[in-house]
């Protein structure tokens, strides 16, 4: 769930995945993942999956929609995701949390009623079959909802327009599928699914505080980008520094379109 990987270059240590799981409790994550759960549609008794579950804040909340007598299956590949997880989630018996990835999903065919993906096929190099393991897990006409964001339709107001560009090129470097959801509908099709729904969801910040979900985003992309020798550390100073001025001046602006899928089994 929290841009957890399922295959990609980029590894989560328990610092990045504590950082993370801070934005995805954010007022912005927060109101995204109910709109996932409402076009899940999930029932009390029903068996769902959640396909790169990260921190487990998606699993928890499924966990109440179905009730004891329902299954949770969280699957990632990020044991320091998984930790935090499994802490979330202790009070859930309904909840199986699962090290793996969501090729391989710890399922017999058809025998989930729905299944749910939140920012994570966007580090997948080859997404069609893991669309394909959705299907074969999932019951005939039951419900997919995939949500996954264009970075390359991401705004953001700053003086050194250069450097912001090179760091929006490292990031296609790190996500193998930055603008996914222009794709995403034929590959569904292809997969074996009907496409029922599809729904931009733009984020918006016009403040650069803690509380807001683009304040960690941009300085961890700093810090990576650093990490793999993208940017120097006087040029990730730099412009972070702007966007803190751009704060103080009224001026900082962000935006970035996620979009929600919603698909059934053919």
């Known amino acids: 769930m929290a841009d957890s990987l399922a295959s990609g270059p980029v590894h989560f240590d328990a610092c990045t995945a504590k950082s993370i799981d801070k934005g995805y409790r954010s007022s912005e994550i927060v109101a995204l993942r109910a709109r996932l759960r409402t076009a899940l549609a999930l029932g009390r008794g029903e068996t769902v999956v959640d396909a790169g579950c990260g ?7 499924m966990a109440d929609e179905v ?3 329902g299954r949770v299956i969280g699957v990632d ?16 018996p309904e909840i199986e949390l699962h090290h793996g990835d969501i090729h391989v999903l710890p399922m017999d065919d058809a025998a989930a009623d729905a299944l749910a993906c939140m ?7 080859d997404v069609a079959p893991a669309l394909l ?3 074969r897990v999932l019951a005939p006409t039951c419900r997919l909802v995939i949500v996954e964001t264009d970075w390359r339709s991401a705004v953001l107001n700053t003086s050194d327009k250069d450097l912001t560009h090179r760091l929006f090129e490292f990031w296609d470097t790190v996500a193998a599928s930055p603008n996914l959801p222009a794709r995403l509908g034929p ?3 292809d997969a074996g699914f009907d496409v029922t729904a599809i729904e931009a ?11 807001g979900f683009s304040h960690d985003y941009v300085k961890g992309l700093a810090r990576q980008a650093v990490a793999a020798g993208a940017l120097s550390d006087t040029e990730a100073s730099h412009w972070i520094a702007d966007l803190e001025q751009k704060e103080r001046d009224g001026g900082y602006f962000f935006c970035v379109n996620r979009f929600v899928f919603t698909a059934v089994k053919t």
Request: net charge neutral; charged share 10%; glycine share 4%.
């Open 55 to 61: 921190t487990g804040l998606l699993c928890a909340e």
């Open 67 to 69: 009730g004891s007598s």
């Open 77 to 92: 590949t990020s044991p320091h995701m998984l930790a935090l997880a499994k802490s979330r989630c202790a009070a859930h």
């Open 119 to 125: 920012q994570v096929l966007l580090f997948v190099t």
């Open 133 to 135: 393991e959705f299907h």
């Open 187 to 189: 590959l569904l099709r």
């Open 201 to 211: 969801v733009p984020i918006i910040n016009t403040a650069f505080t803690p509380d």
